[in-house]
């Protein structure tokens, strides 16, 4: 699973980075939780929560089978 997060992630990436951010992959838990550390411009943005919960969770739980909660750490 932590492959097709990845990849699901580097289709995602282009998107932050031209906002000078990144996304980076943590942990993936047993039980389908994705931990991911928003970098660069990202972090501290006031706009980070709704890039997780509506960019990059939704898209994680579209296109990997598993993922229950994506989190920021």
């Known amino acids: ?3 097709e997060i990845e990849k699901a992630l580097s289709m995602i990436r ?3 980075q031209a ?3 990144d996304v980076q992959l943590v942990e993936v838990t047993d039980k389908g ?3 991911v550390r928003l970098i660069g411009a990202c972090c501290g ?3 980070s929560k709704m890039t997780l919960e509506n960019g990059i969770a939704r898209e994680l739980k579209k296109q990997v089978p598993g993922v229950k909660e994506v989190k920021a750490v």
């Open 1 to 3: 699973m932590k492959e």
């Open 14 to 16: 282009p998107a932050l």
């Open 19 to 21: 906002d000078g951010g």
């Open 33 to 35: 939780v994705v931990k």
């Open 45 to 47: 943005c006031p706009m």
